[in-house]
């Protein structure tokens, strides 16, 4: 077996399709090389040797005589040897999975240099500057990541940075480039001492030893609880591991000609077709991507270095007419020459995503088909987030202005720490994480905060990297910014932000805010627009909403739903009157008294219905049938209890009796769903009297109509033939009463399929039901035994344990609750062979459940208003997924 | 098709084999007639007539021309005719399903009697009074039965009754049969004014008309209230309907040389192999069954009237010689001349049950698998009931004596009224139903009470009947007592016993005691234990029990059974010293904190296992890890917090604090079963630890032991993995330490299989688990998505409904949970073909349940210790009935 593959001098060993043996970088840097594309040459060590160490706990046998033999090639290749003291070749080694995990793993740089061959290269380039802050960097970065220097210290001491800092402020140094010579040789020797303090060890000073303790490291920082934390955020498996990739080293900081960069092909935030990037002269890549300093934008560098610009582009075009698509690559020049360190997929906002894949489609560069599935459907939240009120946008107080990190508008309390965001989060309070710069440690309190704004760095500095991958509001690079992590606050414009004040950003423009303000609505457009006409064209799932009002009805069909496949009318019996009205039924002492109750509440109800109808204009209307227990609609505290009392001509204890009698141990599996009509048959019956004369008076007005009564935690196939009965005889009253025919008004009665008994009796269930529409959030709380209001307190730990790979609330559980769901379809089908078959929990919106949706067959899934065009591209996919399935794969 | 058989004068067109048709009465009517024995003949109306009528709304068309026909037989056989003036033929009509109803549907007797033929009979018996006492009582059953009067009158009034005391009251009588021809000639006509009064028509006085108004009001009362709610309680299926029978009268009441009686050919409490029943000279059978008149023992008739005792002998032994079973029969002695009216298995105690079946198999009556399938499983319960302790009886205070209708002992409340059993018990007080004499309309409260106690009535009187069938503790015909409805007392040897007062019955001795008894408990012996030992040779599955205690194992090891299938922790937590170490590892702050106060429960709980294991001495005992949400632990009230605080040193704050933390919305759904010992890995160290720690204590002295260590709750394999991880960890640990073999201690872990989730995918729970023991109580909460605690506000409108033909927490819902049961084994034998399959859910000591167990083929139920013996007879049966259905059929 081979672990070593070589790249470089316009040749490789492996190519761009050797993604999970090579990782991302390494595959297309021997892609590059096949290419002709300057790359410094190098040597990929598989994947397969990390999946040999975390089985076998060493490394594979003939991997030494490997390298050996790999790093012979590249002493032909540069014309320099690994470990000479003059002309000494230099490595870098670097991580590299199948699946890009920006900032996740550990890097080192310049391996090789000793203080022999210090004394070489400084002979060799006459700068000596350039080479002790090589071997700074290098001692700095070995001792961090290989020597694992912090984790031997107590409390955030980086004595690293402490010396870098004192030795600035003897000599009245401001920023890092102004250090001589003597400061960094000073600096060297200082760093050396701290690890012989600390380690009781010497920095090695043979270079296959640190070359070897670099792997070793690299290989390591595949299972950093950070590392771990990440891949468990975007659903990364543990299996596939990282490759190693060891280069030769390339210098942007040997002079004033050399420099370093990185760059889109096209512009990451907006998707616009222009070339776009940033650069720092006289700096090492890790400059421009840590965000220390902030760089130059990547075109002034056609007047600074036009040649280099010039070959740039070609890289570009070369690049992008190979991959046909944007590509994100990391440049190198070393005076005056160009090289490119990697290429890789451009992470790109869902605005850009959805841009980039339309006009690739447009050009002929890629299908229609293809453009639909190079757009995350997760992306697109970003595009139906609101933006803010153009108005109140203009009127608000500006604070200063940073980078467009990654776009939206986001409002919160002001928070400084990680830990802080997510604790604030969690209490429910939105927040905005304000940091001077952000490092990989900070992940999670990036994902909980609303929005993300840093003083340093980039357009590709971590936040703004990390953020636009979350889909979340970040503004960068906002300089003018004085943050005291004690005090708790920012000054800004001479205006003073304490921790727990608001502010607002907009990510589109880089736009800092004081105050909240009022955002507006997204819609569809453009780009936008056509790429999910295109999903439409592609998809068999259709789409419906859930909806309980004629405003989120209204939304959702401007987003393209098809029906609506969700209609809760509790939610219909909160309000004014209508909440009176509800208790009262509640507090009645027998069916005389809630019958009245119900009348008052009939025409509440049936006008409800008319508006909805109105708005979904033919389109069908599923309506679910009262479904929570009756304790909910009265008040729970003493006080409340009175004032109920007291309005309604009832004793308090009269009320608080109710409130106990109705109290249950476990409200969840109690008096609720059909339980409640079944037990209380006039409610059904003026549900469905409201439905149907509503049907009718909207027809009348020529409208089309099609209900579609659902009847809710069906477990038994008697219960839905009972509640049935009662529909049918209601309705051929209302028939009988309007002198309507049932082609008039073509009705549909069917279950939400929720309690696990449902799924295994399915199919007699199917003989009395004409459709199911899957209750995903119960079947999973019934199914896997999880209270949804309870669960918090296990379930992130059942996740962190890898008990379920994702919450279940979120992502369809497919081998247990989706088992279920299949043997429902099948049983329901072998009942009744054209059944209707939807989902209407909140999986209806989530890409991965919509894809199971779409394998087991369901006719629709119905989501959120503002998740409908999420919904139709993942049914798109989806479609096209199960395609090149059947075609033998892509 | 016919619907019409006719019986008698030796021959018939049916017989006994033909129950489902004829009901059984009819079979047995026929059958007897075939048989010689002397029957009045008749014909029976078959129960598809029935079941026609439930489909069509009428009677089938040749139904009337039948019975023309059927009457004109038996003008031939008897000589008499139907309708006739001189010497009529008088008919009963009376309901007979295939499955014994006692006392549920109506019977009208003496039809064809009208003004006319009344003279008639008078002329040709010169007895007016007995004539006159017929048509009485003919008019009176009539409306009731037909004309339903009754249900005309406001209030609880019965004008027929009324009059007779009236009358009764008038002349200064006392007792009916002191009532002279006069006297009832006066009765018959205020009867018949009656009906004129209320119901506006006559009393028919058409000899058909009453025919087929009594044929037509005994199909009515198939579909009574009472009738349908009994068949529900003895899961009798609504279809199977009645059959009718018409016969012709003979006459209990025809002169003192007259007589009517009951007699079963054993004793029906005892089961002795002695002739046993009761007679009334002059009196109809009603006056029997009843209980208004309290008869006379059988044996006495041997005296009164040899050779009516010697051919009743005869008869007793011809039945039990063809039926092989103890039979229940009806005689009448019509001037010296006897008749069998029907005859039936009879209904027996449980201890009779099982003395018969024992006695008939070991005279070769009947085969040992016979014996064993003769004695219904429940019935055993009675025999498990616990008795007085001796001592304690013998120095209570004596309140009374009646008749030992029925065995036990019972303690309780005195409620006069079934409605207010019924609450109480609900309220869950128990308590004695006391009632001059029970009606049909009281099974409710005779259901819910502990005891029943009349003073009217005898050993085959209403309530002596349906208690013994319920197997409840019943003392009737107590004369002595004097009950005051209205001031809800009763009178005892001077003593006044008001409502509420507790008192006692021996249904075995028929002695009824002031004040509460303490019990012994029962124990297995004599015929008891050769049925069961019998029982042990047919079946299959083994019978194991749930057990927390070292006295509850004794117990069950008693009862036969084969290992502890359940033995629950958390029960082991609550006491002394222990609730106090347990609230503090709750109340801990972190796991060092829990470790300490774990390290408090470790003895103690090796203790309890400790004698377990010695109890149980070498059978398997499996032990279920920590369940409960830890908030059951803790008080929920502020003054217990207060107490746990100040005795802990805890501000009470805290503990309200914690309590809050830890409140669940829904419990059953929460931080529970395995997910405790997940995020609370300690607490499963500790538990394990103790058992293997115990286990290999109780190894040192000589026992053996086989502990099976049971995870609760899981849903997921992964779950059943991490925990079987640790627990091999702490095992290895605990046998270095011990230096232990595991070949010494041979251990097992398995998991409760009861989350809807685990059953579809145990195939891969399998994997890590070496057993599955059903826990059907939460198997059916989550399955069918009812809250235990709350389930009882619908489930019994549900079973009303016939929603669930049973509770599914009582007996095993088969089409849904069990469904799940039999996808959980099928899975689970295919990943692991050994795989160890039990049941220990409360369904484990219900007969249904256990059959169907059987039939999915587990390796053992568990039950309480109580119902080991009922779970190895259940067993048995379902062994035999499967051998049965492979042999085809009995």
Same mark, same amino acid.
């Given at each position: 077996m081979k672990y070593l593959y070589l790249f470089g001098d316009g040749k490789a060993d492996g190519d761009g399709s050797m993604r999970s043996l090579l990782g991302g970088k390494g595959a297309n840097l021997a892609e590059m090389s096949r290419l002709g594309i300057p790359v410094p040459p190098g040597f990929t060590i598989s994947t397969a040797v990390c999946q040999y160490i975390s089985q076998q706990g060493e490394y594979p046998s003939g991997l030494k005589d490997e390298v050996e033999e790999g790093l012979e090639r590249l002493h032909q290749i540069t014309g320099q040897r690994f470990g000479a003291i003059d002309n000494p070749l230099l490595l870098s080694v670097r991580s590299g999975a199948a699946v890009s995990m920006p900032g996740m793993m550990d890097t080192v740089l310049n391996l090789g240099l000793t203080d022999r061959s210090v004394e070489g290269l400084i002979a060799q380039t006459g700068n000596p500057r350039f080479v002790y802050d090589i071997y700074r960097r290098l001692i700095q970065m070995y001792g961090d990541?290989?020597?694992?220097l912090k984790e031997h210290l107590s409390g955030d001491r980086d004595p690293f940075e402490e010396i870098i800092a004192q030795i600035k402020a003897q000599n009245g140094i401001k920023i890092d480039s102004d250090l001589t010579a003597a400061n960094l040789k000073a600096i060297v020797n200082r760093f050396k001492k701290v690890i012989t303090e600390h380690l009781h060890r010497e920095f090695p000073q043979n270079p296959m030893e640190q070359l070897w303790g670099a792997i070793d490291a690299v290989f390591a920082s595949w299972n950093t609880e950070r590392a771990r934390k990440y891949r468990q955020l975007h659903h990364i498996e543990e299996k596939i591991g990282t490759a190693v990739n060891v280069q030769a080293m390339v210098f942007g900081?040997?002079? #004033? =000609?050399s420099g370093t960069g990185v760059a889109f092909? =096209?512009?990451?935030?907006?998707? #616009?077709n222009s070339f776009y990037g940033e650069y720092l002269f006289n700096a090492q890549g890790e400059d421009v991507v840590a965000g220390i300093r902030t760089p130059h934008p990547l075109k002034t560098l056609a007047k600074v270095m036009p040649h280099i610009y010039e070959e740039l582009l070609a890289v570009r075009e070369k690049l992008e007419e190979h991959y046909n698509d944007m590509q994100d690559l990391e440049f190198t020049i070393q005076q005056d020459k160009l090289y490119i360190l990697q290429t890789r997929v451009g992470e790109r906002t869902g605005t850009a995503a959805v841009r980039i894949a339309v006009e690739m489609a447009d050009s002929g560069k890629i299908s229609r088909r293809e453009a639909v599935r190079r757009v995350s459907p997760d992306q697109l939240n970003q595009l139906l987030h609101p933006t803010f009120a153009p108005a109140a946008e203009k009127e608000a107080i500006l604070l200063g202005r940073g980078l467009p990190a990654s776009p939206g508008a986001a409002t919160g309390k002001v928070v400084f720490s990680a830990k802080r965001a997510e604790r604030a989060t969690a209490d429910g309070e939105p927040v905005i994480l304000v940091r001077i710069e952000t490092s990989p440690e900070d992940i999670g309190g990036m994902d909980a905060a609303a929005g993300i704004l840093t003083v340093r760095g980039g357009m590709t500095s971590h936040a703004a990297v990390v953020a636009r991958g979350m889909g979340k509001c970040c503004v960068s690079g906002a300089g003018d910014l004085l943050i005291d992590y004690d005090k708790r606050e920012f000054v800004a414009k001479g205006i003073r932000v304490k921790e727990g004040e608001m502010i607002s950003l907009n990510g589109s423009t880089g736009a800092i805010y004081q105050g909240a303000i009022p955002t507006i609505e997204p819609h569809l457009s453009g780009d936008f627009k056509r790429l999910l006409d295109w999903a439409d064209q592609f998809r068999r799932l259709a789409v419906r909403t859930n909806a309980d009002t004629p405003h989120d009805a209204a939304v959702a069909i401007n987003f393209g739903? #098809?029906? +609506?496949g969700l209609c809760r009318t509790e939610h219909m019996f909160f309000t004014g009157e209508r909440i009176v009205a509800m208790r009262e039924m509640i507090l009645a002492d027998d069916e005389a008294g809630r019958r009245r109750a119900l009348t008052k509440l009939l025409p509440m109800q049936r006008g409800d219905f008319e508006e909805i109808f109105t708005v979904m204009d033919g389109l069908p209307v599923t309506i679910r049938l009262l479904d929570p227990p009756l304790h909910e609609f009265l008040p729970h505290d003493s006080a409340g209890q009175e004032k109920v009392a007291t309005a309604m001509g009832f004793s308090a204890e009269e009320v608080r009796n109710k409130v106990a009698a109705l109290h249950e141990a476990n409200p969840m599996l109690g008096h609720r769903g059909c339980r409640l009509g079944l037990t209380y048959r006039e409610i059904n019956e003026m549900q469905i009297r409201a439905i149907i004369e509503a049907a009718i008076n909207v027809k009348r007005r020529g409208i089309m109509v099609q209900p579609e009564i659902m009847v809710p935690l069906v477990g038994h196939w008697r219960e839905m033939e009972l509640v049935r009965e009662v529909a049918e005889q209601v309705i051929a009253e209302v028939f009988a009463e309007q002198k309507v025919t049932s082609e008039e008004i073509p009705y549909m009665i069917g279950t939400m399929l929720e309690v696990p008994r449902a799924a295994v009796t399915a199919d007699t269930i199917a003989e009395q039901a004409e459709f199911f529409s899957f209750g995903t959030n119960d079947l999973t709380q019934m199914g896997c035994g999880f209270s949804r209001d309870d669960a918090g307190k296990f379930l992130s730990e059942y996740i962190a344990m890898g +008990?379920?790979?994702?919450?279940p609330f979120q992502v369809i559980d497919r081998d247990g609750i989706g088992r279920l769901m299949e043997m429902a379809c099948d049983l329901g089908r072998k009942a009744r062979p054209r059944i209707k078959l939807g989902l209407c929990g909140e999986h209806g919106g989530d890409a991965a459940s919509i894809h199971f949706c779409h394998q087991i067959g369901l006719d629709y899934v119905s989501c959120s208003p503002y998740r409908v065009p999420i919904a139709r591209l993942a049914a798109a996919q989806a479609a096209l997924d199960e395609n090149d399935t059947a075609a033998g794969g892509r």
């Open positions: 990541v290989v020597l694992k900081n040997m002079d #004033e =000609r092909t =096209r512009d990451p935030s907006t998707g #616009e739903a #098809e029906g +609506i +008990i379920y790979e994702q919450d």
